[in-house]
């Protein structure tokens, strides 16, 4: 690259040689014209009929539209930085990145870094596989001390962390109670013995974490479930693979993780009454974040003319109460991804008043479907920033405690 310029890039070069053809075209138009201007004799006519089409006018620009149209598609790759976009399916969900570099080369470079991030994530933290740490971890007998990568153990301390700040509410341990309800296979009822057994076998109590040596113990017998913070994870890992790039946003199965917004950005969130359909548009300022979204709205099961969601209260070991979804900010992907399921947990009420002794760096809005209306409950550093897409979708804002 010389002073900036992808001589590498051949886009680059189509550019410049569609751009400098456009041009000549133009300057060529603009000669012949003054030179049949001053060649043709107009006596009589008025000087504004007199005067030939100007280069831009509709009837020089029509002939060349093709052309104008090439550079307007072909310009934004040429310029100083462009953007690539790819899309693979990994941890079970679909993952989009899109990446801002220098020139399309070292954007796909980065992009590939960050695929190959979220899938080394996958591998260290899936329990739907039996070869990763987790698995084997979970595998492990109790009494036993097992080391950790280091990507595994801060996840780890990251969601122990998450579940003493929420009391609970988020419990990565409470993989016995996703079993008794079933939430892998299709969702079934516990009978009250198996629910009783599941509780007790649950607790981040169970699991000493050594920071300093970088290892946990199993206390007792115990099973963790990533399914609320093995997204947040890799999306952390994937934006911390690669610090080159200018502008990357990330969507991990409708988790967003960013750095480098050159501008705020508008989000749209989904409707917890049909979740296909945004509800509001959010906008957010943060240069870098995390955005994640907890409800049940996709993932209910029917048991006897039940249904059930797969948002689980530790408290009471059953699935929590669907009163719609939350949306959480925060800065890393793991804080936004273990908040959004205990603030699910909390619902509106306590959640609220949670938030409201958070402080700053996580912001949250509750979307609570009432009486078939819709209430945005959003914390202050959010509220600005939303706009309703329908007239009857209310903004309330929460109270904060500062
Ligand atoms: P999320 O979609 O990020 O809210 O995560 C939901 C998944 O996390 C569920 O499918 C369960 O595997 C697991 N889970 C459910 N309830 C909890 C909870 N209270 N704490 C931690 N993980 C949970
Ligand atoms: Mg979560």
């Known amino acids: 690259m010389i002073a900036g310029l992808p001589i590498a890039d051949p886009q680059f070069w189509i550019v410049t040689a569609t751009v400098a053809i ?7 138009r603009v000669v012949r014209s003054l030179r049949r201007e001053s060649a043709r004799p107009c006596a009589s006519c008025s000087r504004a009929r007199a005067v030939p089409s100007t280069p831009w006018s509709p009837r020089w620009a029509r002939p060349r539209l093709p052309v104008v149209a090439l550079v307007a598609v072909l310009a934004p790759v040429g310029a100083a930085a462009t953007t690539v976009e790819r899309q693979v399916e990994v941890m079970g969900t679909t ?9 399309r080369t070292a954007a796909l470079a980065v992009a590939e870094s960050l695929l ?8 260290r933290l899936s329990t739907w596989r039996d070869d990763s740490e987790l698995a084997a971890l979970n595998a492990a007998p109790a009494g036993t001390w097992r080391a950790l990568s280091a990507e595994t153990f801060a996840a780890l301390a990251g969601a122990w962390s998450c579940a003493e700040r929420t009391g609970g509410a988020f419990d990565p341990t409470l993989a016995p109670l996703v079993a008794a309800w079933g939430l892998r296979t299709g969702g079934r009822l516990p009978s009250a013995t198996e629910l009783a057994a599941a509780r007790a076998a649950t607790g981040p109590e169970r699991l000493a974490l050594d920071a300093g040596r970088r290892r946990v113990g199993k206390r007792s017998q115990v099973t963790i479930d990533e399914g609320a913070f093995g997204k947040g994870a890799a999306l952390d890992a994937a934006l911390a693979a690669d610090s080159s790039a200018g502008f990357v946003r990330i969507d991990l199965g409708g988790q967003l993780a960013w750095r480098g917004a050159p501008a705020p950005q508008t989000v ?33 099961f ?3 003319g039940e249904t059930f969601g797969h948002l689980l209260d ?8 669907d009163f719609g979804s939350v ?38 809005v509750y979307l609570v479907v009432e009486s078939g209306r819709l209430r945005a409950l959003a914390t202050a550093g959010l509220a ?8 009857d979708i209310e903004i309330e804002i929460l109270e904060s405690s500062s």
């Open 384 to 391: 600005g920033g939303l706009r309703p897409r329908a007239e």
């Open 22 to 28: 456009a041009v000549a075209l133009a300057v060529r």
């Open 302 to 304: 029917a048991v006897g």
């Open 314 to 321: 530790p408290r009471t070991g059953r699935p929590a109460r």
């Open 327 to 364: 949306v959480v900010a925060a800065a890393s992907g793991l804080e936004a991804d273990c908040l959004s399921t205990a603030l699910f947990v909390l619902g509106p009420e306590l959640g609220a008043r949670w938030l409201a002794g958070a402080g700053r760096g996580v912001e949250a």
């Open 95 to 103: 993952l989009r990145v899109e990446v801002e570099g220098a020139d």
């Open 116 to 123: 190959r991030e979220v899938e080394a994530t996958e591998r």
């Open 268 to 300: 749209a969130l989904a409707d917890p009454r049909d979740r296909g359909r945004p509800a509001l548009d959010l906008t957010l300022a943060a240069e870098r974040g995390s955005l994640a979204t907890s409800g049940d709205g996709e993932r209910r």
